[in-house]
């Protein structure tokens, strides 16, 4: 088939338009790639504007311009030397000794390169090849008294090394930190002084101390990853799994199948989801699911203290607000037997106090401010239990048995038996031992009341007879009202029961 020619026209012009774009397109390309070349002024320009920006302090935005700069010449001795000199100043110790290295193959004499190099290993703790760098100085010039400043304390430092490490093998830890410490400031960029006070502080330990150095020991190590792990294990021992899993998330973000951050993971995830549901449970008022969550994590749970002291002091506080403070207390004291903390005795104090247990709740709100001076809930709570203590004093013997006000001797006496029966201390342990101790005390004490004629008119006169205090002509002022009984104890009774 025979195309005629007119037909033909439309697709020679689109193929020409075609063409022209392209090449139109690639000459564009092309002297933009010739204006992304910097010249000779753009150098200088980026230089000296470095320059500004490190007499002013500002040494990112000169590191900045000394990168241009040594990308439009990356075979200048000197602008890879300036360079450097801001790594140096921004700790960025290996950075620095790359520019210096490169420095010194362009110009091997270039002694202040060198020196440069040498103080970059002496603050890395890298002795051997900052020594061999300050003797080539040496070299050249005798008499640098900086150089041989540095080379002494060197030779100091390897002295005090060599003691850290026999210390150190005795396990004499507390003795060995001030030693690494004065080594640190020789070489604040050594990893290897940075985890010997890591592991000291590790065995006295002050574990928050222990953290700082592995967290400078990360920033100046290639790969961190067991940084990481180290990390996040000292936090899940100090009770701080939210931070503690933030540390390992960072190990797995490095290294997804890491060894030893992946198993720790799959269980520290479980452990803070329980003590964040536990805490914003108890946030929520929602008592029983805070209970719940907090059980959970000593399930999880079996060794490490911090974490079950969260654990317990999440079970110490909902159980109180929750009002079964029988459990409460329980818990605040095994809470409180793992750490001393202000508000924890409080949260007992609060326990104590729905028990009427009034002087128990009193010295706990003093072992809180002995704590903290300053705690106002402790103050308040004081005031609290002695106005509490105050209007307790007064005993309704009726409401301790349960019986109405007109109940005969028979009924009386049925109700102190099931009373004392349910309240016997021999039934209870622990903290729900000392509530029943308490109970027991009033429930022999209606019963002695209410069974007696005189002293039962005399308490439905509004006077307990009782009271020391109250009763001006009974025979217990400055006494026990209980030195009547056997022994001298109401909880040496034998019950009876047909």
Known sequence: ????????????????????????????????????????????????????????????????????????????????????????????????????????????????????????????????????????????DPYNESVNEHIRRIDAALDQWIIVNDLSYRGDSRNIIPMITQLLEVSPWSIEFRKARANAYIAIDELPAAISDLRSVNKLS???????????????????????????????????????????????????????????????????????????????????????????????????????????????????ELLRDPQLYCERADAYIGSEMYDDAIHDYQSALEIDESLQRAKEGIEKAKRLQKQAERRDYYKILGVKRNANKQEITKAYRKAAQKWHPDNFKDEEKKIAEKKFIDIAAAKEVLTDPEKRKQFDMGQDPLDPEANQQGGFRGGSPFAHFQHGSPFQFKFHFN
């Not at 920006?53 to 990308?71: I, M, N």
């Not at 290294?255 to 995830?269: A, G, Q």
């Not at 999440?314 to 029988?326: F, G, H, K, N, V």
């Open 222 to 336: 290639q790969d961190s990853t067991e940084g990481y792990y180290n990390i996040a294990l000292l936090l899940y021992k100090l009770g701080q799994a939210t931070n503690a899993l933030k540390e390992i998330r960072e190990c797995l973000h490095l290294d997804p199948e890491h060894k030893d951050c992946f198993p720790f993971y799959k269980k520290l995830r479980k452990v803070e989801k329980s003590l964040s549901n536990a805490e914003n449970s108890r946030e929520e008022k929602q008592f029983a699911d805070c209970i719940s969550s907090a059980e959970s994590v000593l399930k999880l749970e079996k060794d490490e203290k911090m974490i079950i002291y969260e654990a317990k002091r999440q079970l110490c506080t909902c159980y109180t607000r929750d009002e079964q403070y029988a459990k409460a207390l329980s818990h605040c004291k095994e809470a409180l």
């Open 1 to 140: 088939m025979v195309v005629p020619l007119n037909d033909m026209l439309p697709f020679a012009s689109g193929e020409r338009r075609l063409a022209a774009c392209v090449l139109l397109l690639l000459l564009e390309l092309f002297l933009e790639g010739a204006d992304a070349v910097p010249n000779q002024a753009d150098i200088e320009n980026h230089l000296e504007l470095g320059k500004e920006f490190l007499a002013r302090g500002q040494l990112a935005d000169a590191l900045t311009h000394y990168h241009a700069a040594v990308e439009g010449d990356s075979n200048n001795y000197l602008t890879l030397f300036k360079r450097g000199t801001v790594y140096l100043a921004l700790g960025k110790a290996r950075f620095a000794i790359q520019d210096f290295t490169r420095v010194l193959e362009l110009k091997p004499d270039f002694t202040a390169a060198r020196m440069q190099r040498g103080v970059v290993h002496l603050k890395c703790g890298e002795y051997e090849q900052a020594t061999e760098d300050f003797e080539y100085v040496l070299q050249e």
